[in-house]
Each structure stands twice: as structure tokens, then as C-alpha cells.
């Protein structure tokens, strides 16, 4: 049996993939569990679809909420409601595994770990759900890995999410990362080899415009501001995000060509030049790469104002407005 666990599921406008979801939990020999599903105002029929399975299990409970829409919001609303020793963490649009879910809690209720993530497949469909387009191993652990963060799918005991405190709010883009980066300095969190689920999702679409617009790398510079005391950790988030080293060698360049001429106007033409040229090589060098290269080009330069705002002011206000409410 698996005991004492808070279901956490958050969605937004994924009826296909919460179905899978709820149905694949509700058929794990569960007891003393709670399902809390949290919709985050879907437009489509993700909440009709949460009230069915609540209107079949007294272990659900439904949350809804309008107003400033983020996945922190919603899993904070789930975690104030979690009164099980177990927390697991569940995107809406995941298949879980009843396997990993008995293997993360032999883990800590043998001590050996406080929290607990796995492997994740990955599949992409068409915008219908009617044409698979691509299968993969989105993320893998070849062997059992002490981690310092994951995505938003975990296993976590209730003790260190006290201490974690609740998910930051501010932060629109990397709230995952940011929650387990601090679940990480509280307890042992690792990563297993075994199946967590099936992520299923449609083709991703990161639109240049939409992250400068909605200033959506802020939150990266937030996080490698909040850990600063752990250089491993910045060290880490350096390789996760290659695509801005460009840019950030270049900003580097521009801030030492300037100093150094602040300092003395007997400055070679060319030492005055370097950004531009490391620039030029770049552009070079992305249009070499082929397809997307203007989308390369762009990643390494346009994100890097809001990296650096969030490294120098945080992640900005919290919001506010926002309406919350127990359906079921």
C-alpha cells in the first residue's frame, strides 16, 4: 500500500493529459492519502474533468483560482491544504508510475532520502492530440544521484517542506527550480533510476517577444542571486543555460573595455573593439550553425538585461488579486 501522501496536482487547460494524471494516482492501492487537484482558470475542460474524479473519490479536493496566473500560485494553494507526512509534487500533464512512488518512499522512510525524483519520458503531440510527433527521455538518471534541483515532479517529506517554506510567487518562469534548489538545503534530495511518468505535452513554443515582454528571464538572475552562497549550485546553473554564456562574456567585455577606459584614454583602437568583434564571430557563428540561427543569436543577447536585473534586484513584486476557491 502507499500511505500517507498529499497528491499535489496543478493544471492549466490540459484536459487530455489530467485524466491520465488523476486516473493513473486514484489507481494505486492508496490509503490515508489525499488527492488535491489545483486548476489554474482553465479555459477548456480541465476543472469539469477534476470535479468528475472528486464526485468519485472522497479523497479529492478541488481548488480553483483567477487573478495573477503562475504555477507557484497554484501549488501553494495545495501545499497550504497537504496534511499527509508525504508530499508529492505533480504536474498536471504527467502519468505517474505506482513503482517510483513505492521506491521514493522506501527511500525516506528508510532516512536515506528527503526528497525523491525520476526518470521522465517524454511525449509530444500535435495541437488536436491526435498525431504523436516526437518520444523521448526528457530526463534521466542512469544511476541513484544526490541533486540540488529538478523540475516540478517530486517527492518531498512534509518536515522539509515546512522548513521550505512555500513556493516564490514572484517568480514566472523557474519556480521549480527555485523551490527545490532551497528543498535541497534542507535535506538529502536525489534522483533515482527509475521511471516517475509520462510527460505528456504538445510542441513547445517559446516565443522570443512573449519572454522579453512578460520580462521572463528575471527569475533567472533571481535564482543565481538567492544562491550565491553555493557555488556549485551557480556553477550548475551556468551549464543548464549554455545558450546565455555568449551573451554574458560579451556584457563582461563591455563592462572591462569601459573601466579601462574610464581609468586611462591610452587605450588601443582594437582592445576598444573586442565586444564588437567577439559580436561579429558570434553572429558568424550562429548563421554557420543553420536553422535558427537568428533565434540562437537572439538567446544569447536579448535575455541577458532581464538575467541581469533579476541577479541585481530579485524577482521582482509579488502579485496580487488573486482569487482563490474551493470547488469540491
Same mark, same amino acid.
Given at each position: 500500500?502507499?500511505?500517507?501522501?498529499?497528491?499535489?496536482?496543478?493544471?492549466?487547460?490540459?484536459?487530455?493529459?489530467?485524466?491520465?494524471?488523476?486516473?493513473?494516482?486514484?489507481?494505486?492501492?492508496?490509503?490515508?492519502?489525499?488527492?488535491?487537484?489545483?486548476?489554474?482558470?482553465?479555459?477548456?475542460?480541465?476543472?469539469?474533468?477534476?470535479?468528475?474524479?472528486?464526485?468519485?473519490?472522497?479523497?479529492?479536493?478541488?481548488?480553483?483560482?483567477?487573478?495573477?496566473?503562475?504555477? #507557484? /500560485?497554484?501549488?501553494?494553494? +495545495?501545499?497550504?491544504?497537504? !496534511? $499527509? &507526512?508525504?508530499?508529492?509534487?505533480?504536474?498536471?500533464?504527467? *502519468?505517474?508510475?505506482?513503482?517510483?512512488?513505492?521506491?521514493?518512499?522506501?527511500?525516506?522512510?528508510?532516512?536515506?532520502?528527503?526528497?525523491?525524483?525520476?526518470?521522465?519520458?517524454?511525449?509530444?503531440?500535435?495541437?488536436?492530440?491526435?498525431?504523436?510527433?516526437?518520444?523521448?527521455?526528457?530526463?534521466?538518471?542512469?544511476?541513484?544521484? #544526490? /541533486?540540488?534541483?529538478?523540475? +516540478?515532479?517530486?517527492?518531498? !517529506? $512534509? &518536515?522539509?517542506?515546512?522548513?521550505?517554506?512555500?513556493?516564490? *510567487?514572484?517568480?514566472?518562469?523557474?519556480?521549480?527550480?527555485?523551490?527545490?534548489?532551497?528543498?535541497?538545503?534542507?535535506?538529502?534530495?536525489?534522483?533515482?533510476?527509475?521511471?516517475?511518468?509520462?510527460?505528456?505535452?504538445?510542441?513547445?513554443?517559446?516565443?522570443?517577444?512573449?519572454?522579453?515582454?512578460?520580462?521572463?528571464?528575471?527569475?533567472?538572475?533571481?535564482?543565481?542571486?538567492?544562491?550565491?552562497?553555493?557555488? $556549485?549550485?551557480?556553477?550548475?546553473?551556468?551549464?543548464?543555460?549554455?545558450?546565455?554564456?555568449?551573451?554574458?562574456?560579451?556584457?563582461?567585455?563591455?563592462?572591462?573595455?569601459?573601466?579601462?577606459?574610464?581609468?586611462?584614454?591610452?587605450?588601443?583602437?582594437?582592445?576598444?573593439?573586442?565586444?564588437?568583434?567577439?559580436?561579429?564571430?558570434?553572429?558568424?557563428?550562429?548563421?554557420?550553425?543553420?536553422?535558427?540561427?537568428?533565434?540562437?543569436?537572439?538567446?544569447?543577447?536579448?535575455?541577458?538585461?532581464?538575467?541581469?536585473?533579476?541577479?541585481?534586484?530579485?524577482?521582482?513584486?509579488?502579485?496580487?488579486?488573486?482569487?482563490?476557491?474551493?470547488?469540491?
Amino acid at each position: 500500500m502507499i500511505k500517507d501522501v498529499s497528491f499535489v496536482v496543478v493544471a492549466r487547460n490540459e484536459e487530455f493529459a489530467v485524466d491520465k494524471c488523476l486516473r493513473a494516482i486514484l489507481s494505486l492501492p492508496l490509503e490515508n492519502c489525499e488527492v488535491i487537484a489545483v486548476d489554474s482558470a482553465s479555459t477548456d475542460g480541465t476543472l469539469d474533468i477534476m470535479k468528475r474524479y472528486a464526485a468519485a473519490s472522497n479523497a479529492i479536493s478541488v481548488f480553483s483560482f483567477n487573478g495573477h496566473l503562475n504555477a #507557484a /500560485i497554484a501549488r501553494n494553494i +495545495g501545499l497550504k491544504s497537504a !496534511r $499527509k &507526512k508525504y508530499i508529492c509534487f505533480c504536474d498536471g500533464d504527467t *502519468e505517474w508510475e505506482g513503482n517510483f512512488v513505492r521506491q521514493a518512499l522506501t527511500l525516506m522512510e528508510a532516512g536515506e532520502a528527503d526528497a525523491v525524483t525520476g526518470s521522465l519520458k517524454e511525449i509530444v503531440y500535435s495541437s488536436s492530440y491526435k498525431k504523436i510527433l516526437e518520444t523521448s527521455d526528457r530526463i534521466s538518471y542512469p544511476t541513484r544521484t #544526490a /541533486i540540488y534541483h529538478c523540475g +516540478g515532479n517530486f517527492m518531498v !517529506r $512534509k &518536515k522539509i517542506a515546512d522548513k521550505t517554506g512555500l513556493w516564490d *510567487e514572484r517568480m514566472v518562469r523557474n519556480q521549480d527550480i527555485d523551490y527545490t534548489l532551497r528543498v535541497s538545503r534542507y535535506g538529502r534530495f536525489i534522483g533515482i533510476p527509475v521511471l516517475m511518468g509520462t510527460h505528456h505535452t504538445q510542441t513547445y513554443d517559446e516565443r522570443l517577444w512573449d519572454f522579453l515582454k512578460n520580462d521572463r528571464l528575471r527569475a533567472h538572475g533571481a535564482l543565481i542571486r538567492k544562491n550565491l552562497d553555493r557555488p $556549485k549550485v551557480i556553477v550548475e546553473l551556468l551549464k543548464k543555460n549554455k545558450g546565455f554564456l555568449a551573451g554574458y562574456i560579451f556584457f563582461t567585455l563591455c563592462i572591462v573595455v569601459l573601466s579601462v577606459r574610464l581609468i586611462t584614454s591610452s587605450i588601443p583602437t582594437y582592445i576598444l573593439l573586442a565586444p564588437l568583434y567577439f559580436l561579429l564571430a558570434d553572429l558568424l557563428w550562429c548563421f554557420a550553425r543553420g536553422k535558427g540561427a537568428l533565434k540562437k543569436f537572439a538567446t544569447h543577447y536579448c535575455y541577458i538585461p532581464s538575467i541581469i536585473r533579476g541577479l541585481l534586484f530579485g524577482a521582482g513584486p509579488y502579485p496580487s488579486g488573486i482569487s482563490v476557491k474551493q470547488i469540491v
